[in-house]
């Protein structure tokens, strides 16, 4: 069964870095979208970013535009995020997720991927 595992979230303080990675042992990587959502307590989930199946395209949410990176590693069949000059309102459980595809659009709504991962927590204090 497909299934993805986040790793490497954590409490930081703000202005902190943190590296999340997430890892498709069972997908046919190359094929798939993969992005990063996150949700916050009390509040939906949300898109962070996204990447294309060959890591050339990417797309990311306006609020960590600058601060986030997200790549990706066929070979290793992982993707990360790259987190820098960390806030307190990026505080959320981190989700990534694949969506089979071979097209360079990157959908920023949770109901087009189908593939998910556990979450990774990731606190940030001020």
Not at 19 to 28: I, V, Y
Not at 47 to 68: C, M, Q, T
């Amino acid at each position: 069964q497909e299934h993805l595992v986040e790793s490497g979230g954590g409490l930081v303080q703000a202005g902190d870095s943190l590296r999340l990675s997430c890892a498709a042992p069972e997908l046919e990587f190359s094929a798939y979208i993969m992005a990063w959502f996150r949700q916050a307590p009390g509040k939906e989930r949300e898109f962070v970013a996204a990447i294309d199946w060959s890591g050339d395209s990417s797309k990311y949410r306006d609020s960590v535009k600058g601060r986030f990176t997200i790549s990706r590693d066929n070979a290793k069949n992982t993707v990360t995020l790259q987190m820098n000059s960390l806030k307190p309102e990026d505080t959320a459980d981190y989700y990534c997720a694949a969506r089979r595809s071979y097209t360079d659009y990157l959908p920023t709504s949770r109901k087009e991927y189908n593939v998910w991962g556990q979450g990774t927590q990731v606190t940030v204090s001020s």
